[in-house]
């Protein structure tokens, strides 16, 4: 049997992280994601996710970058075209960008990247997994790569490069296919 305290608990710091929603009689929702919603996220993850990039390609261990460099190797892969697993394929892209922003050694800043990730991960994997297209090439995606080298190398300009290419393209993609309402039209 399973205590209620640790569900309420887990419900509402998903509340707190705008991760869901909670209506007046108590339902819980998860909430629309607008295309300005997902604009304004975007530009977040852009900077704070950059700065979590950039310190990570210069402060990382030794074991943090075989934990990276093992990440991609299972992203690149699962991606393979001739495979199928878009969850799996999603999941890897998560493990390898939180490897990264975990060598950054900045627990404040992980919380708060989380935060953006619980928000927009639901709109990420919906078009992984309804853009086959984009899954197949995955592993062939020269900004993973770019990243990855140049968290070797210790570049942290060219690491944020790289991961700031990553999260626009992805960005440009779902909002060119138009499968998020406008504030506008949610509110009809």
């Known amino acids: 049997?399973?205590?209620?305290?640790?569900?309420?608990?887990?419900?509402?710091?998903?509340?707190?992280?705008?991760?869901?929603?909670?209506?007046?009689?108590?339902?819980v929702i998860v909430p629309i994601m607008t295309r300005e919603r997902f604009a304004e996220?975007?530009?977040?993850?852009?900077?704070?996710?950059?700065?979590?990039?950039?310190?990570?390609?210069?402060?990382?261990?030794?074991a943090e970058l075989r934990r990276i460099l093992a990440a991609h190797d299972r992203l690149v892969r699962l991606a393979n075209p001739t495979r199928r697993g878009e969850s799996a394929v999603?999941?890897?892209?998560?493990?390898?960008?939180?490897?990264?922003?975990?060598a950054a050694h900045m627990p404040?800043?992980?919380?708060?990247?989380?935060g953006f990730w619980l928000r927009v991960g639901p709109v990420l994997n919906l078009d992984l997994r309804t853009s086959?297209?984009?899954?197949?090439?995955?592993?062939?995606?020269s900004h993973?790569?770019?990243?990855?080298?140049?968290?070797?190398?210790?570049?942290?300009?060219a690491a944020r490069s790289a991961l700031v290419d990553d999260i626009e393209i992805a960005a440009e993609h779902i909002l060119s296919r138009h499968i998020l309402p406008s504030e506008k039209e949610r509110r009809k």
């Open 144 to 157: 993973h790569r770019r990243l990855v080298e140049s968290i070797v190398k210790g570049d942290a300009v």
């Open 108 to 114: 404040s800043l992980l919380k708060v990247i989380t």
């Open 41 to 62: 996220l975007r530009m977040m993850r852009v900077a704070l996710e950059g700065v979590a990039t950039a310190v990570a390609a210069v402060d990382r261990t030794p």
């Open 1 to 27: 049997e399973i205590s209620p305290m640790p569900v309420r608990e887990a419900v509402n710091r998903l509340v707190a992280d705008e991760a869901l929603g909670v209506l007046p009689q108590s339902a």
């Open 90 to 102: 999603t999941r890897c892209n998560q493990r390898l960008h939180f490897a990264i922003y975990a």
């Open 132 to 141: 086959p297209e984009r899954l197949r090439n995955l592993a062939a995606r």
